[in-house]
């Protein structure tokens, strides 16, 4: 028999839509202050519901300060994964997250990083949907399920 969620679990599943839902509208990943202030709750209580999501491989915390280092697969720091969709800058912190950021947000996009063979620059475009444009190689160092072994590596 399932029981009722907590209202622990129901404020971080709050949490978790606001964070995802401002990643998506604004292309920058809300920290622990902003998020409190937003949820009308204390950060003490927002970062142990951030503690719980990330336990749970919902969004990764930076080490040793709390924050919220991504949000998979929006990544709130600038990294070599640049998106350009809905007239925004979004960050990956790997080409799967930059892939899966046009996938979340349903739309076209334009991504930008280094080919993983030879680190040109390399650009990838998608419209409808589809893949139009790409150069360059993608290359997963790790495989999939090995990837939560060290997220921060892979």
Excluded at 85 to 101: E, H, V
Excluded at 123 to 148: C, N, Q, Y
Aim: include cysteine; aromatic fraction near 8%; hydrophobic fraction near 45%.
């Amino acid at each position: 028999m399932t029981q009722p969620p907590s209202a622990v679990d129901e404020f971080a599943r709050d949490v978790r839509l606001y964070v995802f839902g401002e990643a998506a509208d604004t292309g920058r990943v809300p920290q622990p202050p902003e998020i409190a202030a937003a949820l009308g709750h204390s950060q003490a209580e927002v970062e142990q519901a951030l503690r719980q999501l990330a336990a749970g491989k919902v969004l990764i915390l930076a080490p040793n300060d709390g924050n919220i280092w991504a949000a998979n697969p929006f990544c709130a720091v600038p990294s070599a994964f640049q998106v350009e969709a809905r007239g925004k800058t979004y960050w990956g912190i790997c080409i799967w997250d930059a892939l899966g950021i046009v996938a979340a947000l349903g739309t076209d996009a334009v991504i930008r990083t280094a080919c993983g063979d030879c680190s040109e620059p390399m650009l990838l475009e998608i419209a409808g949907g589809k893949l139009k444009r790409s150069e360059g190689i993608i290359h997963f160092a790790v495989p999939a399920h090995h990837w939560w072994d060290n997220i921060g590596f892979t």
